[in-house]
Structure formats: structure tokens, C-alpha cells
T-cell receptor
């Protein structure tokens, strides 16, 4: 059974800082991993879907990496802004690719 | 392209009452998912449909929860009777097909059971 853990649970940084969010998973036989953003009271917005063959995926100031052998993924946010304040969730599929298991999320606060 | 639609956005009910949530996926998406997200936790999959058939409902509390997707498009999730611990956000998501496809989420329905 896949288990996904995110550390830290909460993070507060000053504006402009580069930061890394961590995600670990127990079953390394995954095909891809997805990172989401969730604003308070809102649904999930897909940020990046990183395939196991890609190892890295970039979108603007966001960069996600995937290391299946170590069971880890990181989301790097460059030059953080107050608008980046949200909860960030990672999710890994099961072997059949149909069930996503989510981590508990990292609640990010970027202070002006 | 329109996203995943859900209604209502908020619902407050007394325990032992019934409630239903509606979801309309992105047009052309064959796979539909219902998730439960308790405050402070990540979403947990309740049920997954492929067209009008159930693919996985292993985590659905079937004594009180039911879901259907009769025509393979929109879906309804029902709770009857509700318990206090059902207070959560219920998220609907869709993807193009089964397998390793990106999932797109709706805004969710926040349920409060008093």
C-alpha cells in the first residue's frame, strides 16, 4: 500500500526566498507523481505532473524532481512571493495508476 | 475549456440527516473520482468511475455512502444518514481515461454536520 509523507507540515519564509518542499513515498514503482496547490476553501490546482522517465519538470518558478530509487520528490519554488501562500500537496498513483494517494500537505506562508 | 463543476459549495446539516453532492466532470473525461478531505489532511479517494461503471470503491463506507454515474457523465454522491465525522470537503476530480493520467479537481463541497 502506497504511503506518502510531506515534510515540513508548515513553512513560513520571507518574500524572495528560494524554498524546497519535500515529498516521500513508500512504493517506488510509480509511473508519475503529481504536485497540487490548494488555496483556503478551494479545490486542488494541478501544478506539475512529473513522469518517472523525466526526473524533472519545470513550470515558471516551479521545478519538481523525482527520484524513484530513494522514494522522494521535491518541489522547488524560486523567488517566493506572497501569492505563493497556499497548501502544497503531492500525490502518487498505485500500480494500476487509478488511485492517487496524497500526502498531508505543506502549508506555506510567504511574508511580504 | 470548462473545469470540473460541483454543487453545492457549502452544506450544513444535522446528524442523521441525508445529503447529496453533484459533480459534472470536464467534457470528454471518462474517469471520475470522489475524494473526502478532512481538515488538515490530504484528500482520500472514496470511489472511482470509468464511464458509468465503478472501478474502485474499496474506501467508500457503503453502509452510509453511495454514489452513481448513471449516464457516464455527471455523478452524485449521497450520505445517509450523516455522522459528525463526515464533516469534510468532498472533492470531485476527472481525468481523460484510466491509467496514469493527470487528474483535474473541482472546487469541492464543504459539509458541516452538527
Amino acid at each position: 500500500k502506497q504511503e506518502v509523507t510531506q515534510i515540513p507540515a508548515a513553512l513560513s519564509v520571507p518574500e524572495g526566498e528560494n524554498l524546497v518542499l519535500n515529498c516521500s513515498f513508500t512504493d517506488s514503482a510509480i509511473y508519475n507523481l503529481q504536485w497540487f496547490r490548494q488555496d483556503p476553501g478551494k479545490g486542488l490546482t494541478s501544478l506539475l505532473l512529473i513522469q518517472s522517465s523525466q526526473r524533472e519538470q519545470t513550470s515558471g518558478r516551479l521545478n519538481a524532481s523525482l527520484d524513484k530509487s530513494s522514494g522522494r520528490s521535491t518541489l522547488y519554488i524560486a523567488a517566493s512571493q506572497p501569492g505563493d501562500s497556499a497548501t502544497y500537496l503531492c500525490a502518487a498513483p498505485n500500480n494500476a495508476g487509478n488511485m492517487l494517494t496524497f500526502g498531508g500537505g505543506t502549508r506555506l506562508m510567504v511574508k511580504p | 475549456e470548462a473545469g470540473v463543476a460541483q454543487s453545492p459549495r457549502y452544506k450544513i446539516i444535522e446528524k442523521r440527516q441525508s445529503v447529496a453532492f453533484w459533480c459534472n466532470p470536464i467534457s470528454g473525461h471518462a474517469t471520475l473520482y470522489w475524494y473526502q478531505q478532512i481538515l488538515g489532511q490530504g484528500p482520500k479517494l472514496l470511489i472511482q468511475f470509468q464511464n458509468n461503471g465503478v472501478v474502485d470503491d474499496s474506501q467508500l463506507p457503503k453502509d452510509r455512502f453511495s454514489a452513481e454515474r448513471l449516464k457516464g457523465v455527471d455523478s452524485t454522491l449521497k450520505i445517509q444518514p450523516a455522522k459528525l465525522e463526515d464533516s469534510a470537503v468532498y472533492l470531485c476530480a476527472s481525468s481523460l481515461a484510466l491509467g496514469y493520467n493527470e487528474q483535474f479537481f473541482g472546487p469541492g463541497t464543504r459539509l458541516t454536520v452538527l
